[in-house]
């Protein structure tokens, strides 16, 4: 277990250089120093990583880089670990929670900060910032002179920016937003990436529109995990997430000035790009391998250009990167578990009786499990079907509920974070049909394979959503479950259970 934080170490969740300090003292980091060509060997090797769970890969001599100038590579982040009772732990510590952190935590952190008052970041001068330690100012800027890694082999170009934090700002100054979505390297000062009108940029960005002038914004790589982490959470719109990072790591966040534009960015980020969102040019972007695991070769899209006026970063500044594929990569352990996080605490607020809400990393963000508190869901004196469709209106419209596909609603005796227990009580207790509800009424986020490649509901229809109660009748009413569950903990009285669970190492097995 790495050190608390001190007076001269800040948390690991709030600076990604003392993160990687202690995810190389649990034995999480791996620094390779053997030199790797950019042109997808980095991401073949992230992508294993992945795979395997294996440590962090910190690529520190990458072709074509430049002495200690842009950039290392930090390949999966945030993905899962092998090291012994610490598979959640590079989640865990993002969120400032001890490496061995369970997912009920995670996302009970998660949850807990959205009831804290808001800590607004605090803006320092550019000396007291690392990020302003070197900068390129306008044409000394050139992105197709970096070693940005090409990260599958059917990508429509090189995406620099897969894991990095856009912050962009009305024209009124009144809401600040900071979220992740891909961009693609287009020219020497240039980028191209979608920004999808439904989603938080998007609506701020028609607002630059609606004013007829191109959108200021900035791009930072390597902010603080914390940050990175809320970025991805679909909190409500209007919300500042500077001030909800704030309150998830206990104090506020430092922000400096830009250069060239009046945004603020994290003072101790690794790289900063800053510009401009052109509202009138747009040039072909993709395709990217998705975070379900499937690319079509060849279907780009138009989307728009940004604009990079300058670049400033940390000495010897590191690249997050996520490698977008099968799970289990970053889409699904920041994006998908703080998707779940905020509709744990819409249904709480809507006075839903919900203990848990999670998203099987196997899913690729598509599937929820929600787990119901029983003795609350009994005081509601409720059926199944009333409490079904009831949940499935609140959860579908709200804002991270277009980018739910399928709920599974689960009682107290499923673990929602077990994917085992999930099927199982899917498999025996979900009778189809009976047990099915549709909703029509909710559009879905047109990434899913499903929705943009499958077959097109009729014209004004939307594809149909869906809640699966894994739960039989006599849950709903005010009686003892009937049924025993055939488990070691289900089956085994508990001096059974703390014998066998002492003596398990002497018998000859490896320890929990």
């Known amino acids: 277990m790495a050190s608390p934080p001190s007076a001269s170490h800040p948390p690991a969740s709030a600076d990604l250089r003392q993160f990687l300090t202690e995810l190389e003292t649990e034995g999480d980091l791996l620094r390779i120093k053997e030199q790797v060509d950019p042109e997808m060997e980095l991401a073949a090797i992230t992508r294993l990583v992945y795979e395997t769970e294996e440590k962090a890969p910190l690529f520190e001599n990458i072709k074509g880089r430049q002495g200690t100038g842009l950039f290392r590579v930090l390949g999966a982040p945030v993905g899962l670990s092998k090291v012994p009772g610490q598979r959640l732990g590079r989640i865990a510590k993002s969120l400032g929670l001890p490496s061995t952190a369970s997912g009920k935590e995670i996302i009970d952190k998660i949850n807990d900060a959205r009831n804290l008052q808001p800590l607004e970041p605090v803006e320092v001068s550019p000396n007291q ?143 900063v790009f800053e510009g401009t969102v052109s509202l009138t040019e747009k040039a072909e972007e993709g395709p990217m391998m998705e975070y379900h695991g499937h690319v079509w070769p060849g279907q780009s899209k138009l989307c728009p250009i940004f604009h990079v006026n300058a670049i400033t970063y940390r000495e010897d500044p590191i690249l997050p990167i996520c490698i977008t594929g099968r799970a289990t990569e970053e889409s699904h352990t920041v994006w998908a578990l703080t998707i779940a996080a905020e509709v744990l605490n819409i249904c709480q607020t809507s006075g839903l009786p919900i203990e848990m809400v999670w998203c099987p990393f196997e899913s690729h963000a598509i599937w929820y499990v929600i787990q119901v508190d029983r003795l609350q869901l009994r005081k509601l004196n409720t059926n199944m079907t009333d409490f079904c469709t009831r949940l499935g209106h609140v959860v579908f419209s709200s804002k991270p509920g277009w980018y739910m596909g399928k709920v599974f609603v689960v009682g107290e005796d499923v673990d929602p974070t077990d994917l085992k227990d999930v099927i199982w009580a899917e498999s025996t207790r979900c009778e189809p049909g009976t047990n099915e509800f549709l909703f029509d009424d909710y559009g879905n986020i047109p990434l899913i394979p499903y929705v943009g490649h499958g077959v097109q509901p009729e014209a004004g229809k939307n594809h149909k959503k869906v809640v699966k109660c894994c739960m039989l009748p006599c849950e709903f009413e005010d009686v003892d479950m009937p049924w025993k569950v055939g488990s070691f903990r289900g089956s085994y009285p508990e001096d059974v259970q703390r014998l066998v669970e002492r003596k398990w190492e002497k018998y000859g097995f490896s320890a929990f």
């Open 129 to 271: 910032a690392p990020v302003k330690g070197f900068k390129l100012v306008g044409d000394e800027v050139d992105l197709t002179s970096l070693p940005t890694p090409l990260l599958h082999a059917h990508d429509g170009g090189k995406f620099l920016e897969t894991f990095g934090m856009h912050i962009v700002s009305t024209p009124d100054g009144k809401w600040k937003n900071w979220s992740i979505t891909r961009a693609m390297v287009h020219g020497k000062r240039t980028l191209v990436g979608p920004i999808i009108p439904k989603q938080d940029i998007g609506v701020i960005y028609q607002m630059w529109k609606d004013k007829g002038e191109d959108m200021p914004w900035a791009l930072c790589f390597g902010v603080p995990p914390a940050a990175i982490m809320a970025s991805g959470m679909p909190i409500p719109k209007g919300i500042d997430e500077a001030g909800f990072i704030g309150a998830l790591i206990g104090k506020p966040l430092d922000v400096v000035r830009c250069e060239t534009n009046d945004i603020r960015v994290p003072a101790n980020a690794e790289i």
